[in-house]
């Protein structure tokens, strides 16, 4: 803009002047036109005034009479002032002066030389040229010191007749006044100068403009403030004879001036106003919507919806540009908006499984341990407010982990959430079962009034978990081991509560399982006592404080004494005699299970040769748990076989128990073994039948001779009538694998009766005898003779009412 405007000023200033300086120059010619014109009317007027003289009879009568009357009343010098001429000549046919008058007008002056001015006429050359000769002339002439404005005009009559009787002559000289009178009549500063004048040759300025007027007229400003115009004036004779030159203030110019600086001053204010409004409008139009629209898009982030949408152009194009990009976003935003309330959604609720993990057992679903603990914790608070009791039970199945490895984590898994459910019907309402992990389950029985009411609901428990259980379309029998720890002690830890449940279970595990046992201030703390046990036990054997009792097992029908199950004694220096459901097991794990189950063996043995011997009873069978141990080992079949040998027992004089569970790992391996013992002659028992997991229908894989009858079914029969059934159908199937049956555990004279009648052949328990040390079953022995070994003989006991 700048560029442009001072482009324009300058453009406009550099025609401007220019056409101020052509005008200048016109005007000047113009007026150095005027001032000739005024200069030749001076000559004309002086040519005018000649003619009333020389066209005047009086004057042609004066020329021929010369009389002094004419020079009298028209020649006095007062007389021709008005005409203001410096001379007056009459000059005859031959050139010669008639008459001269010359005036001093000015008396610094002289007058002029007639002759001078003749000299200078030259009126031979005039009258050759015809005009002049009939007309005159008038013109300017040059003499020494002095310029002259002359008219010559012939004398003739009034009537203008001739022939002419010579020339009047009219001077005027040009002076500085005549060239003032000029100047007042044309209102121009005009000057003259004599070419000839050595003033003039000394100027270049006017030397210059002589030689350039000598051409045509020229025109040259001399600075700011005044102009020059130059002409020359010929004389009569055509010659240039004066510079004329006319001076003038440069107005014109200095109106260009005064013009061009009032454009500058109106192109700038022009420039500013325009630039302004530009400005204006490109503010209006875009820079204010430009901010507005900045400053919206920033309001975007605090909420704003859109951005205002005007006009049509680039901008409106970005607004609308921008509100898309907006609605995009707004749209990804909801989306996203959406992701997130799905994913949060999603994190609750694996946060609420993750919690309900982390509280709960994956595979029953039962509480876990922690919330268990915590559960113990809130019953005790409780408790202390309703000043009830707490009881916590421990539960362990028997033989789990045997189920496990032989069936596989499949059957063992279903096991376990069948236990868990039966658990959760046992239990009242408010009471919690949860699981350990592995076979443990723990229940809290809280509001209790005494331990017996633990108890009672303990014994459910078993109870319950006595139904068979249909594991992989067959049934099974599981069962369990309780510890039960009670307190109406509300300051006890929930930890040591736990504790006291577990050492009971152990105690209940020790005491032949599928029981429970409440824990007392008096049971030691069992790792403990296991571990002394385990000391003290390796030392046992040596010690001789391991012996054998003998329990009588006895011919159901006939009463007859059948043969004895060996069993083993710990007699422990300071505890007493410890049980072998206690010691067994520590021997099994500590590996020394094997040396003691083979020196009971050969104790049997060596004990069975002699009363087969003393007392003559051929028939008489021993019967001696074999260890798992004993059997996984791959020389018990010549162990045996060397034992038999030393003692010199029949190998057809002994019965091997073996345990349900032993069966079922390794089955082919275990299966041979049996066949191989069966080839020496020595016969098979399964033992504990019915706690364990095997089905009837398995048994037929195995070479078994006799199925012993869990203690705990005999203890049922008379309770349930599912017992019945069960040792019924166990009856049928024996019969049909021509296998024969021992009731274990018969107590009562009516569970012998059931057994009878259902065929079972062979009973042991303490309805007969217990387990006898060997002078006890000696003396038993040599009494027979007197008192025959009957204790159970059929038809002495009372048939009750279930039997009959
Ligand atoms: P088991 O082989 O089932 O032995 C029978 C258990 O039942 C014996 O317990 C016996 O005293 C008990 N019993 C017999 N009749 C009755 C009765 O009418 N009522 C009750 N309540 N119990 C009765 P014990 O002697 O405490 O033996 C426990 C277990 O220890 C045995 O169970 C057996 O599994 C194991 N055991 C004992 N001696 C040996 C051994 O020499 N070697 C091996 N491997 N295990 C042995
Ligand atoms: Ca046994
Ligand atoms: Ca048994």
Redesign the pocket.
Known sequence: MVGLVFGIYLVAARLMMHSFESIERNDASENLMRAKRGFSQTIDDIYTKAGDWSTWDDTYEFMADHNAKYVKSNLLPSAVSMLKLDVIMFVDTEGKVFHALPIRRDHALEAPHPGEILAALDLQQLQSNPAVSSRGASGLILLPHDSMMVAVRPVLTSDEKGPSRGWVVFGRRLGDPEIADLRALTHLNIGMARLDDPALQDSDQLNVAAGEASKKDFVEPLDERTIAAYSTVKDLWGEPALLLSIQKPRTIYQQGLDTVSLARTLILVAGAILGAVILLVLERSALARLSRLSMEVEKIGSGASAVSVSGRDELTRLAKRINQMLAQLRAGEEQLRVHNDNLELTVQERTQQIEHQAFHDKLTGLPNRALFMDRIAFALSKSSRTNSGTATMFLDLDNFKLVNDSLGHGVGDSLLIAVADRLNEAIRPGDTVARMGGDEFTVLLEDLHNVEEAEMIGKRILQILRRPIQLMNREAFASASIGIAFTSDSFIAPEALLKNADTAMYRAKAN?KANSVVWNESMNDHAIERLELETDLRRALDNREIY??Y?PLVDLTTGSLEGA?????WKHPTRGIV???MF?PIAEDAGM?IS??YW?LEEACLQAVEWQQSFGLKEFTMS????GK?LQAPDVVERVADTLERTGLLATSLKL?I?ESVLMANREDVVAKMNRLRALGVRLAL??FGTGYSSLSTLSMFPIDTL?I??AFISRLGDEDEAMAVVEAIMAMSRSMKMDVTG????TEYQMNVLRALGCHTG????FA??LSVSDFSEQLSDRGRRALRVGKPGKSKPDKKAA
């Open positions: 032949g054998v009792d329990q199950e060996a069993l083993a004694r049980p072998p459901g067994i299970i003691i189950g009971i001696v748990n074999l260890s004993q128990e345990t033992d504990d012993k869990d203690r274990e555990g018969v107590e042991q328990g303490y309805l217990k387990p």
